[in-house]
């Protein structure tokens, strides 16, 4: 496993536990995963590990969920309309945000700089592409790098592992 820095300010982490984890799978199946819990030696702050498969907070691995914002398709995994709509629901809602923090993101990395073009993309699905590719795994592509720098903004509760 990759050791990342803290995303507070960035000092070493040390494992000193963990916790399990549910989540539903792409294949629908429920599985449980160990998630390192670490704490920073500078700061003393507490972190989660969060594995590349989980979007925080959401019980669905991300690549169902990017299967169904990207493809506008219907999971055979998930028959429940309602989740679906949510997904749909909370990406539009969030995608202003996550495209802010990309943004910002690479800028503070110095990353080849990402134009500001007047004549962006019409959907909102587009103008994150145009940060993080539309290649599989884009949804875990701007997840990342958010939750590990601690801007992943917390207004739901209902799935707190
Ligand atoms: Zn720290």
Redesign the pocket.
């Known amino acids: 496993m990759e050791q990342l820095p803290?995303p507070?300010?960035s000092?070493q982490l040390k494992v000193i536990g963990s916790r399990q984890r549910k989540c539903i799978n792409a294949s629908g199946e429920k599985i449980i995963l160990i998630i390192r819990r670490l704490r920073?030696i500078?700061?003393n702050?507490i972190h989660h590990e969060l594995p590349d498969m989980l979007v925080p907070y959401k019980l669905h691995v991300s690549e169902s969920i990017e299967t169904v914002l990207s493809n506008d398709s219907e999971l055979s995994v998930i028959s429940d309309e309602s989740t679906l709509n949510r997904w749909r629901k909370w990406f539009n809602e969030k995608s202003d945000y996550f495209q802010g923090c990309l943004k910002s993101i690479t800028i503070r990395y110095g990353k080849e700089s990402v134009e500001d073009k007047s004549d962006l993309p019409e959907s909102k699905l587009q103008r994150i592409w145009h940060y993080v590719g539309d290649a599989p795994g884009w949804l875990a592509r701007v997840v990342r790098p958010i939750a590990n720098l601690n801007l992943w903004i917390h207004t739901r509760l209902a799935f707190c592992p």
Do not use: L, T
């Open positions: 803290c507070c300010c000092g920073c500078d700061c702050r």
